[in-house]
């Protein structure tokens, strides 16, 4: 019997050496991809505490692959916030230069809220200086007047026209009381002062420099309004990006991505192209749908700019609008006795070009931006793939690129 036994030991005994060596292989694999790599890897891109990182084998639930791995189900959790977060910074380090060239302009075009009051006490120094015995009364009445022109280049529903016709309109009265007929006894021109406020187009007593005023308005002041709506439009959907929302399902795929790999301890090799741009146009899905009305938002604003930039120059309108006044108070008090109801409408100027310096270098980054949304799987994409070898990372595994 003993002679029977010692067989079945034997056997065992050697069924338990070749698992002994077995493992020891299997131990040498992790070895030769070294989770010390891993843990530094962990360490350094800030995924979580570095105790997480095992010692011994597991079974994990997402990167799942034949063999042992450097990784722990704490790890995989740590990776899909890791991924999240990386992935989100990555889109807003994209759009924050866009970002940044539209709220800088938007920014820049409040500079003419500034211009707008240089010009305002431009034409009250004018009034105080050349017409003294106009300046108290006029006074509110350009206040009123540039407020008018500043509520319309901030977006409100003010008509520059009507704005403009309603100053001279107010102007009327005294400039006919003090300049054209000073010795006119007040109680009489108080009966004539809403006469003279109605009928100042039809009697035209300051010639053809309102309605030259008007145009020079309208147009600067209307392109430059528009354009700074567009500007603020173009903000909030660019806003979309801080509020893009990753899907359970996106975050996992960009874990394999990104991720799975280190759990074989491969920490350098970078995804393959096809699937990093599968995996983010899958995450952007609904950022992608932005691409058309961007695009057609890009084309709008180039076709603003440029409309600005043929249009008379803001500017000059602006300071030209105490040379006008100046100018057709003049006219008033040259034609006083003999105002006759003329009207000389004028058209628009085609020699002015807008003189912004940054308007035609504001343009080239509206170009350069208008596929930025359907562009942006492949932004990050690149950002991803830096390092340019011969292998991949499939998801699953190594392949050849």
């Avoid at 079945?8 to 299997?26: D, E, K, P, Y």
């Amino acid at each position: 019997m003993s002679r029977g036994v010692c067989p079945r030991v034997n056997c065992c005994g050697l069924l338990w050496t070749v698992l002994a060596v077995i493992f020891g292989m299997h131990l040498c694999h992790v070895d030769a991809y070294s989770c010390h790599e891993v843990r530094t890897a962990f360490q350094l891109r800030s995924v979580g505490p570095v105790h997480r990182v095992p010692e011994t084998p597991v079974d994990l639930l997402l990167c799942k692959h034949q063999g042992l791995s450097c990784c722990t189900r704490k790890m995989e959790e740590s990776y899909l916030i890791a991924v999240k977060r990386e992935t989100l910074h990555n889109i807003q380090s994209y759009s924050y230069e866009l970002e940044h060239l539209f709220s800088g302009h938007a920014d820049a075009f409040q500079m003419f809220q500034y211009l707008l009051s240089f010009s305002q006490g431009h034409l009250s120094s004018l009034l105080e200086g050349n017409f003294p015995s106009l300046s108290r009364h006029a006074l509110p009445h350009v206040n009123q007047l540039f407020s008018s022109l500043s509520q319309h280049l901030r977006g409100a529903n003010v008509s520059v026209e009507a704005a403009v016709h309603q100053f001279f309109n107010n102007l009327f009265p005294l400039v006919y009381s003090q300049l054209i007929n000073p010795g006119m006894e007040r109680e009489v021109m108080r009966e004539m002062d809403d006469c003279l406020r109605m009928t100042r187009q039809d009697v035209n007593p300051f010639g053809p420099h309102p309605a030259v005023m008007i145009q020079e308005l309208v147009g600067a002041l209307g392109a430059g309004k528009h354009l700074g709506l567009a500007l603020t439009e173009g903000l909030e959907v660019l806003n979309a990006t801080e509020h893009i929302s990753l899907s359970k399902e996106c975050v996992k795929a960009l874990v394999k991505m990104v991720y799975c790999s280190h759990c074989r301890g491969l920490t350098l090799i970078k995804p393959c192209d096809g699937l990093c741009l599968n995996v983010m146009r899958g995450c952007l899905a609904s950022v992608s749908e932005l691409d058309q009305p961007w695009r057609r938002y890009t084309t709008l604003l180039e076709q603003l700019t440029n409309a600005m930039a043929k249009q008379h120059s803001m500017e000059l309108a602006l300071l030209g609008v105490r040379g006008h006044v100046n100018e057709a108070l003049l006219y008033a008090q040259l034609h006083g006795p003999i105002i006759t109801p003329t009207s000389l409408p004028l058209k628009p100027s085609k020699n002015n070009k807008h003189d912004l310096r940054t308007l035609s270098e504001f343009l080239i980054y509206v170009r350069r931006y208008r596929s930025f949304f359907a562009a942006l799987p492949e932004l990050l994409c690149e950002r991803e793939n830096v390092i340019g070898d011969s292998t991949c990372w499939s998801g699953d595994d190594v392949v050849e690129r």
